[in-house]
């Protein structure tokens, strides 16, 4: 198994200009969630999936747009970049996120907005 | 809300020593918590995982243990080695929503 995959590894965007972080996972988890993490803020939830079809907003949803047409896939897409969505991106799945099993992590994406 | 705080934020210790990771949580209706390594520039690897029935669980080295009634985990290391070095963080699946809350991380670096 590769367990979760994201591309790109880096990216660097001018401010406006919109991109898709891929996501990948061939577990079968029908729980699905993209994170961000910054320096003295940690983890925060951005968008996640309970499975295809169906997605919820986490606690920093503005200006990112996701949705979950298959089981494996879970894009993350930024509309308009800004310098604020600098962070490293992180894509995570687990069994059902409603029953809180454990969580697989990718190995990130490193944006960079100037 | 629940909020999940760590500390220490950084420990720096001799090899061979044993230690204690803390992560302290406000809302003690947690589901699970989850204890995961970071290393620099790498995503998380999941170190252990317990349930909100259970008090403790083991893999190697590791010990976690939960104590929900003072909203309380410990992530016990023995014997540490430079390998052990790097960020630890915990994270907690509350029983009302669908997600984790995680901590800021205990940044540990093991000394030869």
């Known amino acids: 198994n590769a367990g979760v995959t994201q591309t790109p590894k880096f990216q660097v965007l001018k401010t406006g200009q919109s991109m898709t972080l891929q996501c990948a996972q061939d577990?079968?988890?029908?729980?699905m969630s993209w994170y961000r993490q910054d320096p003295g803020m940690g983890l925060r939830l951005i968008h996640y999936?309970?499975?295809?079809?169906?997605?919820d907003q986490g606690e920093v949803p503005n200006g990112y747009n996701v949705s979950r047409s298959t089981t494996e896939d879970f894009p993350l897409r930024l509309l308009s970049a800004a310098p604020s969505q600098t962070s490293v991106y992180f894509c995570?799945?687990?069994?059902?996120?409603?029953?809180?099993?454990?969580?697989?992590f990718g190995p990130g994406t490193r944006l960079t907005v100037t | 809300k629940q909020e999940v705080t760590q500390i220490p934020a950084a420990l720096s210790v001799p090899e061979g020593e044993n230690l204690v990771l803390n992560c302290s949580f406000t809302d003690s209706a947690i589901y699970n918590l989850q204890w995961f390594r970071q290393d620099p520039g790498k995503g998380l690897t999941s170190l252990l995982l317990?349930?909100?029935?259970?008090r403790e669980q083991t893999s190697g080295r590791l010990n976690a243990s939960l104590d929900k009634s003072s909203g309380r985990s410990t992530l016990y290391i023995a014997a540490s080695q430079p390998g052990d070095s790097a960020t630890y963080l915990c994270?907690?699946?509350?029983?009302?929503?669908?997600?984790?809350?995680f901590g800021p991380g205990t940044r540990l670096s093991v000394l030869p």
């Open positions: 994270a907690v699946k509350d029983n009302y929503g669908q997600n984790f809350v």
């Open positions: 995570a799945s687990s069994y059902s996120g409603s029953w809180g099993y454990e969580q697989y």
């Open positions: 317990i349930q909100s029935s259970q």
């Open positions: 999936s309970v499975g295809a079809g169906i997605t």
């Open positions: 577990m079968n988890h029908e729980y």
